[in-house]
Each structure stands twice: as structure tokens, then as C-alpha cells.
């Protein structure tokens, strides 16, 4: 009897084990195939903003650049996928790009983006196939193998000034942001330092000049090239919310935001917790990947609002995207006036766009487009206490505060306001210092106390990271200098 039992055990044992490495198989291959439609997403949705975004600026791109700069040196799990899937650029019959399509699986639709002239391009959701418009583009040619390229294999290329400075210090500085020495394997796109009226801005070339064709051009930036903000987003939503909140709309300390919350204690969360990034919502990784509002194509609703709570609100600090998120929803939501654009406009960035998800909710966590130039300009609001040609655009004391470390702190180098970055650790630079920081090395500095803005771009891949500390005590030693 004791053999029969251990015999049974060992059997439940074989088939438990069988099973469950039958069920991880399935998993492991459901997950190959979640990454294959998130690449496919990321990769139709950064085509389509791109060159959509680009060309409402009045500049071209191609395929080639687009691949060699925003979809090179992604996120690990997507990135040895992304340049193989095939895609296609469809334009309207009058010219403008109708919208792009990846391929991915045999047995679904592509993923696909569409283009709006104003509001850039929406990623559709999985499953849902693009609508016919127009002819697809021409193929373009491959990258030439005899392109100069990093050690990863991305391409290289050489920096172009476009505006002179007499400060040498200044210009040995801004070279120095092109060629590494702020971060191996960090790619600069382009620096703007702005101070005290005066602008100085350089951007990296095309690579090959004399190219006889756009389809041969790859890479270069211009003052009038846009480029995803990533998580400098959030800091353009906390001066949305300012803006909201100088047109009487919205008390940022008041909470009851959702009418969905007020049987629950997230009815205690005010914007003041969303956008000091306390809401003490769970989210489930750190830093709150949101990939399937990023790229699977989800919406704000579905995707930010239902977290439940698990601290007090204003108790720890939790970066998360959809704080920022439900910030601006809880605006959207309740006042039709609310739009990014007519405050873009009214500060002088033309060249920027806040898109949106499939529903129409924005992404201002992170899918905005604009250019170093257009950066520059908001940190300039900010440096006049957000008046902008004699005209109120902020309330008064906004900047102080945004900029007030009043709620709970990271750990780190950095501490945090309300959506923006604080350098009042930072060696060297004012304590007075605050910035909108973004992934892949996007960054807004702005400096009151020596009235200066320092923008940087870049396309930096994933590892490698460009020390804005460092750059901003050189710059500001340079310009003392």
C-alpha cells in the first residue's frame, strides 16, 4: 500500500509538473507574439508621427532616418524585432501621408497608425485593420554599409551649427554634448541654450550631404524637425493644468476627480497628487510602462484610470504615467475648451503637437511632438513666471510652484515638484533649477536665478544615458566665463 501511494504521488507529481511546463510554453509563445504586435505598434505609430509630424513643419523624412534614429537602440524585448517587420507609408491621393502599416502575424491585420494634419497620428488597437487610402510610397533604398556607425551599429553622425556664438567656452561645450563626453553612446540631436535674449542652437547633419535624393538622405536635425517628448510630456500637462488653473476651471488641491471614485478612498486624490507623482495608486512596474497605451493601442480610459489604491494620497513618491495621465483627464473631461494646441499657439510653438490615443483622450504622459526650438520657448514661459509677450498665460507664482519640492521625494540624484524635475542636488548648478526630463535624453533645464533655458535632444538607446547634471554646471561655468 505504501508503494502504491508513493507510486500515485510520484505520478500526480509527473503530471503536475508536465503541466505546468506546458502552460509556461504557452505563455512563453503568447508573449512572443504580444511583443511581435507591440513592435509592429511601435514601429507604425513612430513612422507615422515622424514624418507626419515633420512634414506639417514644412521638413521632410524618410523611412531610412526614422529607422536609424527612433527605432534604433529600443527596448530589449521589441527592439531585435522592430527592423525586421515590413511596412508600409500610405498617402492620400492629394499628397499628404494617410497613415502606416506593419505587419506582424499571417493571421491578423496590420498594425497601423492614422495621420491627422493637426493632431499627428492615433495607433489603432490590436485587430483592427487600416482603412483603404491612396498609394503606398515608392521603396526607399537600404542604409549603405560603408555608413560611418557606433559601436552598436547605429549610424554616426557629425554635428552642424546652425547660430554662432562669440563664447568659445560655450561652443567647446556644446560641442562636447555631440561627441560622447556627456555619455557613451549617448546620440545628441541638437542643443539650445537660450540666455538673456540671446539664442545659440546646434543640430546634428545629415549624414550624407550630397545625396541625390530625400530617399538617399539619411538623418539630420533642423530647428523645424520634431521629435517625440517622451516624459518631458508631463512637465507640458503640469503647465496645461496651469493654464486651467489661471482660467478658474481647476483647484489642484481639491480631490473628488472622478465621479467613478466617490464610493472609495480615491476620491481623496487631488491634481496636486497626480502631478507630484503621489497619488498612492498601484501601478504595476517601475516606472509604469504603460505599452499598451504606448503601442497596443489601448486608450487612456482603459488603460489609467482604474488602479486601485494602496497608500494614503501625498504619503510616497511613485513615478508613474498615469498620474500625469488622469491630471489632464480630469480637466479634458470636464471643461470642451481644453486644448494643447491654442497654447501652443499662443506661446509661440508652432511646430508642436500633443496626439492622442484611439478615443481621442491625449497621451501627455509622453506623445507629444516639438522641436529643441519650440522647448526652448516653453522654458522661457517658465523663466517669466509664465507671462508671454505682456500677456498672463500662467498664474502668478506657478513657477514656484512647480519648482517646490512640497510633497513626497524620490530617492536619487534629483528631487521633484509638481511634473517637473528638481536639481537642488545638483553640484555646481543653482538650487533654483528645474527640468522636464524624458527618456532617450530629452531634456529642458531652466535656470531662474541666471535667466537661462538648456535644451537638449537626442535618440539615446537604451543603456547608455547623457549626464544633464554635468552638461548643465559646464554650460552655466561657460557662460559666467
Given amino acids: 500500500m505504501i508503494r502504491k501511494a508513493l507510486f500515485s504521488g510520484a505520478l500526480l507529481g509527473s503530471v503536475f509538473f508536465a503541466s505546468t511546463v506546458a502552460a509556461q510554453s504557452q505563455q512563453d509563445q503568447l508573449d512572443a507574439r504580444y511583443d511581435r504586435a507591440l513592435a509592429a505598434g511601435y514601429k507604425a505609430l513612430f513612422l507615422c508621427s515622424a514624418i507626419a509630424n515633420a512634414e506639417r513643419s514644412g521638413v521632410n523624412r524618410g523611412v531610412n532616418s526614422v529607422v536609424a534614429w527612433e527605432l534604433t537602440g529600443v527596448y530589449p524585448e521589441i527592439d531585435p524585432i522592430i527592423r525586421k517587420l515590413e511596412h508600409r507609408v500610405v498617402r492620400a491621393k492629394e499628397g499628404p501621408i494617410s497613415h502606416v502599416e506593419v505587419d506582424w502575424a499571417e493571421d491578423m491585420p496590420p498594425r497601423y497608425a492614422r495621420a491627422s494634419y493637426k493632431d499627428g497620428c492615433r495607433l489603432a488597437p490590436i485587430g483592427v485593420a487600416p482603412e483603404p487610402a491612396g498609394t503606398d510610397l515608392p521603396p526607399e533604398r537600404a542604409l549603405p554599409e560603408d555608413f560611418p556607425r557606433l559601436s552598436?551599429?547605429?549610424?554616426?553622425?557629425?554635428?552642424?551649427?546652425?547660430?554662432?556664438?562669440?563664447?568659445?567656452?560655450?561652443?567647446?561645450?556644446?560641442?562636447?554634448?555631440?561627441?560622447?563626453?556627456?555619455?557613451?553612446?549617448?546620440?545628441?540631436?541638437?542643443?539650445?541654450?537660450?540666455?538673456?535674449?540671446?539664442?545659440?542652437?546646434?543640430?546634428?547633419?545629415?549624414?550624407?550631404?550630397?545625396?541625390?535624393?530625400?530617399?538617399?538622405?539619411?538623418?539630420?536635425y533642423s530647428p523645424r524637425t520634431p521629435q517625440r517628448t517622451w516624459s518631458v510630456a508631463k512637465s507640458i500637462a503640469a503647465t496645461l493644468v496651469g493654464v486651467a488653473v489661471h482660467k478658474g476651471q481647476i483647484d489642484v488641491n481639491a480631490p473628488m476627480l472622478r465621479s467613478e471614485w466617490k464610493d472609495d478612498a480615491r476620491s481623496q486624490i487631488s491634481v496636486d497628487h497626480l502631478l507630484r507623482m503621489a497619488s498612492g495608486r498601484y501601478t504595476d512596474t517601475p516606472g509604469n510602462r504603460t505599452d499598451p497605451l504606448y503601442a497596443g493601442g489601448s486608450t487612456v480610459e482603459e488603460t489609467a484610470t482604474n488602479w486601485p489604491l494602496i497608500r494614503q494620497p501625498g504619503t510616497v513618491f511613485r513615478y508613474a504615467n498615469n498620474d500625469t495621465l488622469m491630471a489632464i483627464k480630469a480637466i479634458s473631461d470636464r471643461f470642451s475648451d481644453f486644448d494643447p494646441e491654442a497654447f501652443f499657439i499662443s506661446v509661440g510653438m508652432k511646430n508642436t503637437v500633443a496626439e492622442t490615443d484611439w478615443a481621442g483622450d491625449y497621451i501627455l504622459s509622453s506623445q507629444v511632438w516639438t522641436t529643441a526650438e519650440d522647448l526652448a520657448d516653453l522654458g522661457q514661459l517658465h523663466l517669466q513666471d509664465g507671462v508671454w509677450e505682456g500677456e498672463r498665460i500662467l498664474p502668478e507664482g506657478w513657477v514656484k510652484y512647480i519648482s517646490a519640492p512640497s510633497g513626497p521625494q524620490p530617492d536619487g540624484p534629483f528631487g521633484y515638484g509638481a511634473g517637473w524635475w528638481l536639481m537642488n542636488k545638483s553640484d555646481g548648478v543653482p538650487a533654483d533649477a528645474f527640468a522636464a526630463f524624458g527618456n532617450r535624453g530629452q531634456y529642458v533645464v531652466v535656470v531662474p536665478s541666471k535667466d537661462i533655458v538648456i535644451v537638449r535632444r537626442g535618440e539615446d538607446p537604451v543603456g547608455s544615458r547623457f549626464d544633464i547634471a554635468a552638461f548643465t554646471k559646464d554650460v552655466l561655468a561657460s557662460l559666467e566665463s
Fill in 152 to 220: 552598436d551599429g547605429a549610424p554616426a553622425f557629425p554635428p552642424m551649427m546652425i547660430f554662432g556664438t562669440s563664447n568659445l567656452s560655450l561652443r567647446t561645450e556644446v560641442d562636447r554634448a555631440f561627441d560622447g563626453t556627456y555619455g557613451e553612446g549617448a546620440r545628441t540631436t541638437a542643443v539650445v541654450i537660450q540666455s538673456k535674449g540671446r539664442r545659440y542652437s546646434r543640430y546634428v547633419s545629415p549624414l550624407n550631404s550630397d545625396a541625390k535624393s530625400f530617399e538617399d538622405m539619411i538623418g539630420g
